[in-house]
Each structure stands twice: as C-alpha cells, then as structure tokens.
C-alpha cells in the first residue's frame, strides 16, 4: 500500500488540480473539435499542437514546436520512408528540476485515425456529454489523456512546486497507422528522461507491457472482367479467399495459447490474429454487377513482448507458402504479402518489481483510494520505441472509455481528472 508520503502528494495533487478542472474537460473538447485526422503518408497534428500550445501560454508555461521532418533523412532503422512529415509539428514544454532528481517525461499522440461522420450519432467533432460521458474522435484515443498530462503540468507550475528533476511533456504526430515517427523525432531530438508514462487509455489500470504487431494484406488476382455476361469461363478469387480465411483460421488456434511466460501469461488470447477486412467487390450501387478481378484479407498477427517477431513472420510465411503450394488455385494466382508497416512493431515489459512500476503503482492506488491493478495492454503502441530502442522505463496509466476507432467513441468524463491526478501525484512521488 502507499507510503504516507505518496497519500500525502496524492493530497496535494488533488488542491492544486482543483481550480483547473472546468478547464480540463474544456481542453478535451477544445481538442477534439479540432480535426488533427492522420492518413498516412500525411498528417494534420499542428492544429492541435497549437490548442495545447495556448493552454500552456494560458498558464505561464513556455513550450516548442518543432517540425518531424529530420525523421525522414534519419539513420534510425524505425523511420518509415512512406511517410511525409513536413509541417507535421511535434510540441514539448518542461518544468525544470532543482537539480539532484528522477525526470519524468509524459507522452501522448495528437493525430486520430480518420471516422465515417454518417456513423456516429453526432458530429464526431463536436463533443458531446451524455450520462457522464463525453462522445467524439479522439476523446479515448487519446485527447483526454493528452490534456490530463497538460493540466497535470500547469497544476504543478500554477501551484509553484517545484521538483527535483525534470518533467517533460510532449504531444507527437504519427502514432496511429503503427507510426512512431513523432515518438523517433523526439528521441532523435536528444529528448529523454529517467522514466516515461503514456496516457492512452488504459481503464485507469498500470499496463506495464504491450505487444507488438503486424498488420498484412494478403492480396490475388484472377480472372478477367471482360468474360463476364460472355461464354468465356469465368474466374473470381472471391469462393478461394474462403480457403484463405480458413489458413488465418489456423494461425488464430496456433497462436491463441501462445504465453508461457511473462507479462502475458494470464491473458486467454495473449496474441490474437485478426480478421481486419474482406474485401472482392463492394455492395454499393455504384458497382456494377461483376465478378472481382482481385480479392485481399487483411490480418492483424501480434505479438508477445519476448518473442523474436522477425523469425514468427518468417514461419507464418513459410506457412503461406505451403498453402499456397497445396491449392491449385493459389498455385495458378500466387497472393501477394503486403505488409502496412514495416518494420513491425515490438512489444515492450517492464519488471513488476522495477522502481517505476512500484512508484506508480502506489501513486495510482493513493489517487484512486483503492489498489491500483498493474496488467497489461490489448494493443501494441510507441511504447517499445521508448524503452527497447531508447531506454526510457515506460508504463501507460490513462482514463476510461471505449470505441476507439469505432464511431461513438468516448471518454468516461470523470476519469480524466482521475488520470489528472494519478500523474501529478507520480510526478511528486517520482521527481519531487
């Protein structure tokens, strides 16, 4: 349980965040009317770099934006070449330290994946509240996290107490699409710290690893158009995508008990492998009624944080290779692999007995009023970028919600001053 210490900055989070929470929830709908979707190669970050950037004027808090395009002409072998950084602006504030403690460096992602208005119930920008929660893109994933970290900063400023060590705070570009570009720019930058936490949203839980991931479109064509409504024999990978999908079939029983060890082996699908899309012909009316010449599935394979990524990839297309030997069809039309980002992404573990994950474990547990539960995340994110190539211990500890990436997305309104909390009282506890 907490020390009387970590309840005691738990007790001095809470009065310095006090007068800022009409404030927060403002930044989250600030932010999330503010459209900052990401396709890749592009992005539209800036303009919501710009709202956190007045925020923290608003609060005396000087901050930098920089541009991302370094990455681009960078040696480091986790850039993606595909992607287009110029004027996508990563934003970074600190508070300095006396000197003689920890840093802690707080980290989110500003872009949101792009949404289909005609689902949601309203505008996906503009936010609404409704029982407690509030609805739109970017509210879970992860907006109000990004302003739970902003607050937390200016709350400690406003309230002048002053730290031993640095505490840094950083809004990146380029994290959804597996792109870490905004999260390399930082760490290429000479950005660093002792520490970092990532405020996705997490339930309010410690998730103390994440995995990583490869998505991958398995693509055929066949057959020719033209010999439709013609007495030419017709061919169409739509039925032979059927004996594709029952090869994924394998492969998600192959890998559905795979931990034997570490964070994951509790978890009853420690590595999913997912069916993402189906795609051979669409049903709109503005297609015409033929056959598909091409048919793609495209699957979602991740992975645990201790396993050799490059050698599971190389057995699942071995295994490909195999099928497609087998089935007189693929033999004819081989499929193509095509992944959507490469490199893969790693996942990432830090020890339960490490000094970060014991430090914020009773930060949380002392904010909350209850014990806090340390697991681990259903979903791969920049965090292996932080901790397995650049060092930094990294934990995620952020609000609750739902429907990331679906329409509806929301945010649990009262959570977000919760994670407010939790991070200031880390902040104390870990560089005061």
């Known amino acids: 349980m907490p020390r009387t210490s970590t309840n005691k900055n738990a007790q001095l989070a809470r009065r310095l965040l006090r007068p800022l929470q009409a404030g927060l929830i403002q930044l989250v709908i600030d932010l999330v009317r503010t459209n900052t979707v990401a396709v890749p190669p592009h992005g539209n970050e800036t303009p919501g770099q710009l709202v956190l950037q007045r925020f923290l004027r608003g ?62 119930t309203s505008s996906p920008w503009s936010p609404e509240t409704r029982e407690g929660r509030l609805y739109g893109l970017g509210t879970f994933d992860m907006k109000a996290g990004l302003a739970a970290q902003v607050v937390a900063l200016c709350g400690l400023h406003a309230g002048k107490a002053r730290l031993r060590g640095d505490l840094i705070f950083e809004s990146v570009v380029d994290e959804e699409w597996g792109g870490g570009g905004g999260t390399l720019a930082g760490r290429l930058r000479g950005d660093t710290a002792d520490a970092c936490i990532i405020s996705e949203g997490t339930q309010l839980n410690v998730f103390r690893a994440t995995r990583g991931g490869l998505i991958v479109d398995l693509t055929v064509t066949a057959g020719d158009a033209s010999a439709y409504f013609s007495s030419s024999p017709v061919v169409s990978p739509a039925v032979p995508l059927g004996r594709l999908l029952r090869w994924v079939d394998g492969w998600i029983k192959r890998r559905s008990h795979k931990a034997k060890r570490g964070a994951y082996q509790s978890v009853s699908d420690p590595t999913p492998v997912q069916v993402l899309a189906v795609e051979a012909n669409r ?144 902040a104390l506890e870990w560089s005061g």
């Open 283 to 426: 049903l709109d009316t503005d297609v015409p009624l033929s056959v598909p010449v091409r048919g793609a599935v495209r699957v979602y394979f991740q992975f645990l944080p201790h396993e050799d990524v490059d050698a599971v990839i190389g057995k699942i297309r071995e295994s490909l290779r195999q099928f497609q030997k087998t089935d007189p069809f693929f033999c004819e039309h081989p499929i193509a692999w095509r992944p959507i980002v490469s490199p893969p992404l790693l996942g990432h573990e830090l020890p339960r007995d490490h000094p970060w994950t014991e430090c914020l474990f009773n930060s949380a547990s002392a904010a909350l009023g209850k014990p806090a539960c340390v697991t681990v995340a259903p979903y791969p994110c920049d965090a292996f970028l932080m901790q397995r190539i650049h060092g930094i211990p990294t934990l995620l500890f952020g609000p609750c919600g739902g429907g990331a990436h679906n329409p509806d997305e929301y945010v649990e309104s009262r959570s977000v001053l919760q994670t407010a909390e939790v991070l200031m009282t880390a």
């Open 59 to 120: 609060y005396g808090l000087h901050s930098e934006l920089y541009d991302t395009e370094f990455v681009a002409t960078s040696d480091s072998a986790w850039k993606h070449p595909d992607r287009h950084y110029r004027g996508r602006k990563n934003l970074v504030a600190r508070l300095p330290g006396l000197g003689g403690g920890r840093s802690l460096l707080l980290s989110g992602h500003m872009d949101t994946v792009p949404t289909n208005p005609e689902a949601w």
